[in-house]
């Protein structure tokens, strides 16, 4: 493990008027760490991840990527810095094939979307990149096809593929797999499980299996703030978890986790 | 097992098939930019109506002018997404760039005056748009409105050097490129316009088929996806705007050229509006919409307008109105329509 | 009294004449477009058709202005009511591009409709004889009409606010500007509100149509013409919000008014030059939400 982490939070804070969405919260994600944020409803998690990615700006807090402070950056720049993110709700070109959707990605990565010039389909290597990604996630029959086409389960396929495009150094996944129907939900979690060991990943789910099965870290949030943190196993006999968060049904759950550890 | 591996590194395993599969998919990014044959038909009609309407050739002139600038505007709307209705401010810009320069600095050379007009309706765009594009929504087109206007109001200001509504009076240009002058039934001025057009036209080709004009479609189709995956939005808008400012500098310096006058009345909110809905019954973000919508819409015009202003006043509201509610891709869209269903069904039967 | 003041007094007077047409015809399509983000451009045109039945009520019929003001507004509020479930409806999720488009067709289509029935020449609007002359003041005279548009307009404003403010559907209808989905959720029905204050909002922009012939004629043109104004209104008051459309309404209204008093080859200028620093320091208008 390298010493500078991959993505360090600090302090980080955000209110909308009187109310505190955010509350003071610290999180480390070393090199390929794989870490879940979970909460209930309402706890602040998707603004945690728009604090993080630069959607919003924080009230107070810092956030570094590598080392370096990119509290300022904007989104954009903190992207090109390696930091990828998925959408809870998909947010696709969907009037776009799925490779050029992935191009898209690939050409925001290495400029080569500034050229006003050279013809969108002459480079090669872009094409043949793209082709790899949709490769490694079994998209590659779809390539030509208009993301609206798809299936919604694919089309969450392709919300990661484009994050894997951006070659990230991190990458935040906004519960990929809400809305996916249970007997297509296995692709993605393959593809979740499989992810490159060097990425860190921060993963937001409510489905206690994937959470159980995927992190080696859990942190849970509650009304903003982080409520506890710890590995599975330790989130599993928390109490006050079970009370605060996971009532009698993620009881359950982790009853279930704990039988995948 | 090794799923995420960067390309380069370890090249995944391929049989003929999906070797065939990558051929195909390569293929079709590269051949949708290429040329083909049906973009050869706007041309050739502009090139038959000099032949066959020589007595018509001013309007002609005309209807390239509102091509070109309706086509600055698909730059912009049909690609980039950006709904403006003050797009006239560039046009007027251009406009009086040419007609100030020829009345007040004898600055009477054609060719030049473009590039000037280029020049100071682009400065234009960059300085506005680096302000308004920040914005969307009902406060962007209130912002681009009140900015048009503005200039309209402040050209009226100072009518003493503008004429304002009476306009820049006897205008005089240079023959073109020294030799050709303009004769009483527009032939120069139309040559002029249609080379100018094609020029520009293969210029904008260049940019939207670009890696440049995909990412604009990219804002146009999902700006939060653009955001997140590094683009630099806010850039990008700007540069397209600049150029499309240009270019609508461009048409408006045409237009004071070809007509050798220039009002107030170019910066007008009708002016922005008719180029919006030539765009738009053309159909946008196809280049040739540009084509069709303006030439469509200015023979109309010319037609019905003599018949009854009124009646064509009347039928242009019915017509953005079915439009919008039948045919939301304009006239090419309905084309493309046509022919997707004939395509299918002959794709059926075979 | 020393001239600059009398010209002071002449300015804030006719300044708020006209900052009450603009309130009362712009008011309807700010909470419109509060509640469905819906760009209508097509507004200025139900103020136009308002105008054109007062012209056509007093001249052909014989009703009295008064009178005839309201049978506009109940027409055009009821005949907006067809637009807006038989049009409008069908496009409250479509983009900011294809409502322009739809309602600009519309505008256009009402102009046309105008200009052949009424022809292209201004109208005018003969007024009851308690309406015309002066009200003198000793140091200047003020035209009765204005006086009487500022007490109609500052009678709307209380019935408007007392309506918005206190009232059960006044509660709904600010509920619904500010979240939408919430109102929907507690069980408010957002379409048949959004229908009332549509129909609400035509009407009074009718009645703000019929108003304004005296104090600018009425062309067919009026429909574009102060359509560019109601919209500024709107956009720099603040979507749905009563008070920031008043008080846009009078910053407009009385610095276009200084400015035609003060230096008027500037023509708009200077209310355009204000719409565009007030939306660039504050994008959402005056009271609107960011």
């Known amino acids: 493990m390298s010493a500078v982490p991959a993505l360090q939070v600090q302090g980080l804070t955000r209110n909308f008027g009187a109310l505190k969405v955010t509350r003071n919260v610290d999180l480390t994600l070393e090199r390929g760490a794989r870490c879940a944020l979970i909460g209930p409803n309402g706890a602040g998690k998707t603004t945690f991840v728009n604090l993080v990615t630069g959607v919003l700006a924080p009230s107070s807090g810092t956030v570094s990527l590598n080392g370096q402070d990119i509290t300022t950056w904007s989104q954009a720049d903190r992207a090109r810095g390696g930091l990828a993110r998925t959408f809870q709700i998909n947010q696709l070109f969907r009037g776009l094939t799925v490779l050029e959707n992935i191009c898209m990605a690939i050409g925001e990565r290495d400029g080569e979307n500034n050229n006003m010039w050279r013809s969108a389909g002459a480079k090669r290597s872009v094409i043949d990149e793209a082709l790899d990604h949709l490769d490694s996630l079994r998209l590659v029959d779809d390539a030509l096809r208009l993301v609206k086409e798809l299936p919604y389960g694919r089309q969450r396929l392709v919300e990661i593929a484009i994050a894997l495009a951006q070659k990230p150094r991190v990458l935040l996944l906004d519960e990929p797999a809400a809305g996916v129907p249970s007997s297509e939900s296995h692709l993605i979690l393959d593809v979740v499980d499989n992810l490159d060991p060097d990425i860190a990943v921060m993963i937001i789910e409510h489905d206690m299996d994937v959470v159980f099965r995927f992190a080696k870290e859990i942190i849970v949030l509650v009304q903003g703030a982080v409520f506890t943190k710890g590995t599975p196993k330790e989130i599993m006999s928390n109490e006050d978890v079970r009370a605060v968060y996971l009532g009698q049904e993620g009881h359950d759950a982790v009853q279930r986790g704990g039988g995948h550890g | 097992m090794a799923v995420n591996n960067p390309p380069t590194a370890v090249t995944p395993p391929r049989d003929t098939a999906a070797i065939a599969l990558r051929e195909r998919a390569a293929e079709y990014l590269v051949r949708r930019h290429r040329f083909r044959w049906p973009e050869a038909l706007p041309w050739i009609a502009c090139i038959a109506v000099f032949f066959l309407f020589p007595d018509r050739l ?32 560039f046009f007027g810009l251009g406009a009086y760039t040419v007609g100030l320069g020829a009345a007040k600095l004898g600055w009477t050379e054609p060719v030049s005056g473009l590039f000037a007009a280029f020049f100071v309706a682009s400065l234009g765009g960059f300085l506005s748009g680096y302000f308004l594009l920040r914005y969307r929504g009902l406060t962007l087109l209130m912002l681009t409105l009140a900015t048009a206007i503005m200039l309209q109001e402040a050209g009226n200001l100072r009518s003493d050097l503008t004429g304002g509504y009476d306009g820049v009076p006897g205008l005089v240009f240079d023959p073109l490129l020294g030799r050709f002058e303009y004769d009483l039934y ?53 540069t397209v705007y600049t150029i499309a400012a240009g270019i609508a500098g461009i048409a408006g310096a045409l237009f004071t050229q070809t007509n050798a006058y220039v009002t107030l009345t170019v910066f007008e909110f009708e002016n922005s509006a008719k180029v919006m809905v030539m765009l738009i019954l053309g159909g946008t973000g196809r280049l040739y919409g540009a084509f069709l919508g303006a030439a469509v819409y200015m023979i109309m015009e010319d037609y019905f307008s003599k018949l009854s202003p009124t009646f064509w006043q009347f039928g242009i509201g019915l017509l953005l109105v079915l439009a919008v509610l039948f045919a939301r891709r304009g006239v090419l869209g309905v084309f493309e329509q046509v022919g997707d269903y004939f395509a299918k069904k002959k794709g059926t039967k075979s | 009294m020393p001239q600059f003041a009398i010209i002071g007094v002449s300015i804030l007077f006719d300044g708020l004449a006209y900052a009450m047409f603009l309130f009362i015809t712009s008011v309807g399509l700010s909470v419109t477009m509060g509640l469905m983000g819906f760009v209508n451009l097509a507004h200025g045109a139900f103020a136009m058709a308002g105008g054109y039945i007062v012209v056509a009520l007093t001249r052909n019929l014989g009703i009295g202005f008064v009178p005839s003001l309201f049978i506009a507004a109940v ?73 009487f548009l500022i007490i109609v307009g500052l009678v709307l404003i209380s019935v408007l606010w007392y309506g918005f403010e206190k009232t059960n559907i006044g509660a709904k209808i600010r509920a619904a500007v500010d979240n939408r ?12 509100l959004f229908t009332l204050t549509f129909a609400l909002g035509s009407a009074l922009a009718a009645l703000g149509g019929g108003l304004a012939i005296q104090l600018f004629g009425l062309s067919p043109s009026f429909a574009v013409l102060y359509l560019v104004l109601f919209l500024i209104v709107v956009a720099v008051g603040g979507l749905g919000s009563l008070k920031g459309t008043l008080l846009a309404a009078l910053v407009i209204g009385v610095i276009d008014t200084a400015g035609k008093y003060l230096y008027a080859e500037a023509g708009g200028f200077f209310i355009y030059a204000i719409t565009v620093i007030v939306l660039l320091i504050k994008p959402a208008g005056f009271y609107g939400r960011e």
Do not use: C
């Open chain 2, 58 to 89: 001013t309007f002609g002139s005309q209807v390239l002018v509102m091509v070109l600038f309706a086509l600055s505007l698909d730059l912009i709307l049909g690609y980039a997404g950006i709904v403006t209705l003050g797009h006239a401010a």
């Open chain 3, 75 to 147: 027409l055009v509020g009821l005949i907006s009511v067809v637009f807006e479930r038989g049009l409008y409806r069908r496009l409250y999720k479509s983009t900011d591009l294809e409502q322009v488009l739809l309602t600009i067709g519309l505008a256009f289509m009402a102009i046309a409709t105008a200009t052949y029935f009424f022809g292209p020449i201004p109208k005018s609007v003969p007024l009851p004889t308690w309406l015309q002359g002066d009200i003198n003041l000793g140091f200047r005279a003020f035209p009765t009409y204005r006086a």
């Open chain 3, 181 to 192: 989905r919430m109102a929907e959720s507690v069980g408010i029905n957002v379409d048949l």
């Open chain 2, 186 to 238: 527009g032939h120069t001025n139309y040559i002029y316009a249609l080379v100018v057009l094609a020029v520009v036209f293969f210029f904008v080709r260049r940019i939207v088929y670009s890696p440049f004009g995909q990412a604009l479609t990219g804002i146009r189709e999902n700006v939060r996806r653009m955001h997140a995956i590094g683009s630099p939005v806010h850039w990008r808008l700007v």
